[in-house]
């Protein structure tokens, strides 16, 4: 039985990967006295006269809400909100398993940005922060920019800045294993949807100058006629100001670094081997990249990482979410900034000693049981040193 198929077997046999566990007794009179009528009355007189005390007297202060529309989930893409409800399961999971945190999966059934950013309005004095996932482009960037606007608590896109704070700890000791500088290094990045544009953001934050991005229609410049259409497009165009024309293969010659969250093997060993020397590549669609790290590293790759737990340097959001989130719910943060980001990062970068690093060994392994509580223990800084925290 493949994985496939036994993974779908098992589904059919756990009929759900959650389940609700009191964590009081309930054997009494007196319990039920206590933890339901007429005891529960003073705790809620309590947070109506401060809602910040629903922190302290019920679940909120760590409980994630995982939420989806089912329109970009995993590589399947529009597939719908019950279909997408495995893989929310699945995140839900990995929240408690990996940080310690509380998660519920919701679906909603719209696409329609004013409906979906008023229901998770309506549902967020429940939570701690929401983990928005699986929802596609540009829809998502317009959803979380709006959903910042209105809640009270983080707000934070997996697919983008989970993505992005684990391409970024990588790229740290992939520069350092190749001795170049991000400020001066020339990226290419292929997928200029969710997953890239937050990575693209967060280098540039981090000192990187030198960038194209492409998407299916090949590079993104100003003058482009559809970026009259899309906002966030005609934004990278702006910060990027490439001079460059044409495709992917155009773009790569002299890159140092290739960044891939797009399509299966668009990048040949000849446009490697038309790089600077000693490129980078994270090719990172799933299941299958953009270039097969054997072929890459053949073609003259030094640095070769993706998606996948088979090669080395697998770069998985697995190990960012849990601890950030953890650390944020530690001191209560009111959101999920770009210096909370950057600490996580740099904390998961630092995980791997010198004597550790390597071209096959850049980034830690996700079971590290060291991860969660340095990414968490980093963005708690963070958040205080920014004035975020609340506690």
Known sequence: MDTAQESLALHRKWKGKLTMTPTVPLSTRRDLSLAYTPGVAQPCLEIQRDPAQSYELTGRHNLCAVITDGSAVLGLGDIGPEAGMPVMEGKCVLFKAFGGVDAIPLCVKTKDVDEFVRTVALLSGSFGGVNLEDIAAPRCFEIEKRLKEVCDIPIFHDDQHGTAIVVAAALQNALKVTGKRLEE?????????????????????????????????????????????????????????????????????????????????LVTEEMVRSMAPEPILFAMANPTPEIMPDRAKAAGAVVVGTGRSDFPNQINN????????????????????????????????????????????IIPDPLDPRVVPAVAGAVAEAARKTGTARI
């Open 185 to 265: 290094i020339h990226a290419v990045f292929s997928g200029a949807g969710a997953a890239g544009t937050a990575i693209f953001k967060l280098l540039w934050s981090m000192g990187l100058r030198h960038a194209v991005l492409c998407d299916i229609h090949g590079v993104v410049y100003l003058g482009r006629s559809d970026l009259d259409e899309d906002p966030y497009l005609r934004e990278l165009a702006e910060l990027t100001q490439p001079s460059l024309r044409g495709g992917l293969k155009e773009a790569l010659r002299g890159a140092d670094l290739f960044i891939g969250v797009s399509a299966p093997d």
């Open 318 to 361: 697995l190990l960012a979410f849990p601890g950030v989130f953890r650390g944020t719910f530690d001191v209560r943060a009111r959101a999920i900034n770009e210096e909370m980001k950057r600490a996580a990062a740099k904390a998961l970068a630092e995980l791997v000693s010198p004597e550790e690093l390597s071209a096959e060994r």
